[in-house]
């Protein structure tokens, strides 16, 4: 690395900070885990907030890890990518024209570290509409350490209910595909359905044919496939406790 | 006392062999080593490397003077591979170059080509196919296959336990000077300084008298420093030889990594027997150890594996085998109980397995079974005081076991998502090198005329405070504060021909022969402070510095006593040597008493197991531990607490891997995991178990450095017992570490 000429962003402070207009909430490519992490607005948002972002990395590499990086880093377990793919975010492109371009993010990873950005350009932004009170969001993470360690699995997702109908679902899981998987046909499956323990399992199987996970040092390809169903119901248990535990959710 | 180095610790003041001074003409040395596990070296290409500017030379086993061998105990391993290569990451060749980035570049640039050869990675293969390091080894006593016939209950079963890397903060290495007439100075990473100088001359074909190792500190070593220090510090030495200019060489943490062997693997096969009365009848096992493609210490495991096959408890009919697997793995070494733990985690699986099958709690049958007064180990030595009940009837009251199994009982009973799983973990562990001839030490203690004490030993400060122990021996017998004594840098020119600081017995060792030479200065100053005063010798001791008579501390002061010596010409140096008394060990009877004594110990362990996620949590380890009459109670717990961790570690999170080509996998700190403050133990709570101390150990204070470690086995049960209180068809493994993978699989288990 000494010897290849760097233009290093994280100087770039235009790329920096977290804003919120109207339903939007927009965060630059350079912000840092804590920042996000210490942003009350968004601790509003999220009451969990730090307790998810405490199984990112470590506080040191927190206060310098930035979104735009773990993006591009492209690892198909990045904890902020599964984040974001959870909240149905959009991420906007600029160049060195200033051309700006914005796409779901969920179309951003191509293949393995493969991801649509051309070389002059970079990441300007994330935006993801903030929830509404009907929205109910979780994190979940398991790695062989519970801290500054890579996910075996990871996964995130947000769901919106009205009455006990759901009316949108984002749900992304990390170390089962070759790209951070938003679960595409998981997510089309469950809105419109009435949130029972059946949907969940009717769900559950339809996650499992959209993933593909490979065996590897992080574990073995069941084990991926039986915590990515795990974390699934996890997210279910820990949203809605009274509604649904292990006992009847995890036993089928 | 404090350990003395903590203020440079906490400053970042202390020094380590990067942060040494070195000559302006220093030249940095890098490894180049094989990226293949089996093979025929066909083709070398080092001429682009060689034109690369700054590349001042690279050796291979061509430029060795002396013999191409490290090997310790068998001769079996060169320093620099010639025509064939036995696992990835062996040394093929040596750069030097004037930056460390340039030696880098160099080493990219060489060209190998290497004929494949079948690779063999576990120990199951190599016995398969009869690779072995040497002839395999038994221990006996009684007769087992006629007591199994008379057994209730007998059971079979298989375990393994993996690696484990040392991780030492501070990675392998040296910086080697050279001196006049074809001397050598070297400054070196080791647990072994003798090690290293002996090697050296072997290798560069010189006596071992032109050779100077000098050990200032280790960041660590685990017993990763005990042998494989060595190399690194040959090869610099080498290149000193040629070139007649200082090289330094420190390994970055992925060739650290990659090059250097770790615990032994072990796969294994026991079968216990049982009475009704849960006493255990008769016990055989045979151990495969995976000890990669040299012997390096292999073989001294492998004995100690057999020395702690029973644990703590009494077992009247014992064979146990270990065979040492020749694999292509890079050369497995000590490690922190050195063998002991696999022997250990073999005999709990066996009464674990035990227990499920007879469905009664596995504690029950660890109690009925622990050693008492003048019970046999299956070496022959007979066991006295036995600390194995007291400690754990101790731990029973002061934690409240019963409670505590109730406790998790009704848990389970009212919980489904989360388990609690709790263990019992009795140890005794034997203290002393198995091989007899390596118990021994030295010191070298000068008085200065102003008063003020310099103490050299052969024992090397690693972060175990082995320093501090020596410093209070000294400044106890001769009766003066510690700012008065300073410990000198571990140098083979001071103390020469030294064991390597391992074993858990470097403090008691070197203490000894520091007892020893301070007793015998105190002697001659007693006779000097006797004239002074014209008090009988045998009146006269030294304490607070200043002289006592009968106990009364008198105006005479220990400076004043040290300038009279001068003026009478006293030897105020003294050398004194220490040979452990009794131990004795006969290899062709594999008979003996092969330990000055054993240390003991229970721990208790509870876990919360989250069915959801497989994941787990230790919430408690209680111990209750031997340490004798602990001389520094702050240091010891400090052991204990560290060595429980590194044993809840190997148990649960540290997993070694290679593929089937014999390239480790998980060769960085992202995929290989040890226990952070988190993960270790929420709470430790270690109280020391009243005895009279041992009169062979240092000041009674026993040795504490590996037998805390297999406290960490617990973790492996307690995980056990959760996982089958969640999921009763479980079938038990014996197979660690117990990751959240396994324990998930197991949970969900049909």
Known sequence: MADVNMHLLSSNTALNGITFKEKTCTIGANTTVTQIAENRKLQTLFPKLNQFLKLVSSEQIRNMGTLGGNFVNASPIGDMSIFFLGLNASITIIDTDKNERTLAFSAFHLDYKKYDLAANEIIKNIAFPIPSSNTFFNFEKVSKRTHLDIASVNSAGRIALQDSTITDAHFATGGVAAVPKYLAKTNAFLIGKELTIATIHAAEAILQSEISPISDVRGTKAYKRLLAKQLFFAHFISLFPTQFQLQNLGTS | ?750
């Open chain 2, 1 to 750: 006392m404090k350990n003395i180095d903590s203020y440079t610790h906490l400053r970042g003041e202390s020094l380590f062999v990067d942060d040494m001074m070195i000559r302006q003409d220093a030249l940095f040395g890098l490894c180049f080593d094989s990226p293949k596990a089996h093979g025929k070296i066909t083709k070398v290409d080092y001429s682009k490397a060689a034109a690369l500017e700054g590349v001042e030379r690279i050796f291979t086993y061509k430029d060795i003077l002396g013999e191409n061998q490290i090997g310790g105990i068998i001769p079996d391993e060169p320093l620099w591979a010639e025509d064939e290569v036995h696992f990835w990451g062996q040394p093929i060749a040596f750069i030097v170059a004037t930056s460390e980035a340039i030696a880098k570049k160099a080493r990219a640039l060489i060209e190998i080509e290497i004929e494949e050869l079948h690779v063999i990675t576990t120990a199951k293969e190599a016995k398969e196919k009869g690779s072995f390091i040497n002839a395999p080894r038994s221990f006996n006593l009684g007769n087992t296959s006629d007591t199994f016939k008379n057994c209730d209950y007998v059971f079979e079963g298989e375990t393994f336990s993996n690696g484990q890397e040392h991780l030492y903060l501070e990675t392998q290495g040296c910086y080697v000077e050279p001196k006049e007439n074809g001397n050598i100075k070297i400054t070196s990473s080791t647990q072994g300084p003798t090690q290293v100088q002996k090697t050296a001359a072997k290798v560069l074909g010189i006596p071992m008298h032109r050779i100077e190792v000098d050990v200032i500190r280790l960041g660590g070593g685990f017993g990763g420093k005990e042998d494989q220090a060595t190399p690194w510090a040959v090869m610099a030495a080498v290149a000193v030889q040629h070139l007649n200019k200082p090289v330094k060489y420190m390994l970055n943490r992925h060739d650290d990594l990659r090059m250097t062997g770790k615990r032994h693997p072990y796969s294994s096969f026991f079968k216990i027997g049982l009475t009704k009365d849960l006493k255990i009848q008769g016990f055989e096992v045979e151990f495969l150890q995976n000890s990669g493609a040299a012997a390096d210490l292999s073989p001294a495991i492998a004995e100690r594996t057999l020395f702690h096959a029973t644990n703590s408890y009494f077992i009247p009919n014992v064979k146990t085998t270990v065979y040492s697997c020749k694999t292509n793995l890079p050369p497995n070494t000590a490690f922190r109980g050195f063998g002991g733990p696999q022997g250990m985690f073999v005999i709990e699986s066996a009464i674990a397995a035990a227990a499920d099958n007879m469905g009664i709690d596995k504690a029950t049958i660890q109690e009925a079974n622990l050693l008492v007064e003048n019970d046999e180990f299956s070496y022959g030595q007979i066991a006295t005081e036995v600390q194995a009940t007291k400690a754990w009837e101790t731990a029973k009251e002061k934690f409240n076991l019963e409670a505590l199994q109730k406790e998790v009982s009704d848990y389970n009973t009212q919980n489904y998502q989360t388990k609690k799983g709790i263990s019992v973990m009795p140890i005794a562990f034997g203290i002393s090198f198995t091989n007899t001839p390596m118990n021994h030490a030295r010191a070298l203690i000068h008085i200065y005329q102003d008063g003020s004490v310099g103490v050299s030993t052969g024992a090397v400060e690693m972060g175990q405070s082995v320093n501090t122990k020596m410093l209070q021996v000294a400044q106890d017998i001769l009766g003066i504060s510690a700012d008065l004594v300073k410990l000198e840098s571990t140098n083979t020119t001071r103390v020469a021909n030294t064991s390597p600081s391992a074993a858990s017995s470097t403090a008691d060792l070197n203490g000894k022969a520091v007892e020893m030479a301070c007793n015998n200065l105190i002697k001659r100053l007693q006779k000097v402070a006797s004239t002074l005063l014209s008090k009988n010798i045998e009146s006269i001791t030294f304490q607070e510095g200043a002289v006592f008579i009968d106990g009364y501390k008198t105006a005479l002061t220990w400076e004043a006593v040290i300038a009279q010596a001068m003026l009478e010409r006293v030897a105020l140096t003294e050398n004194a040597h220490y040979a452990t008394p009794i131990i004795h060990f006969d290899k062709t009877k594999e008979k003996g008493h092969p330990f000055a004594y054993h240390v003991y110990g229970t721990a208790i362990t509870t876990i919360t197991l989250d069915c959801l996620r497989g994941t787990y949590e230790i919430d408690a380890v209680d111990i209750v531990h031997d340490f004798g009459k602990s001389m520094n109670l702050g240091i010891d717990i400090g052991q204990v607490e560290g060595a429980l961790a590194q044993g809840i570690g190997w148990m649960t999170m540290e997993e070694i891997a290679y593929d089937t080509d014999g390239r480790l996998l998980s060769n960085a700190l992202s995929t290989y995991k040890v226990p952070d403050v988190f993960s270790a133990a929420k709470k430790v709570a270690v109280v020391p178990l009243e005895t009279e101390g041992n009169p062979m150990a240092i000041k009674k204070s026993k040795a504490v450095g590996e037998p805390p470690l297999m406290y960490g086995i617990g973790s492996y049960f307690a995980i056990q017992h959760a996982v089958k209180a969640f999921n009763k068809n479980h079938k038990l493994q014996f197979n660690a570490p117990f990751t959240p993978e396994k324990v998930l699989m197991s949970l969900y288990e049909k």
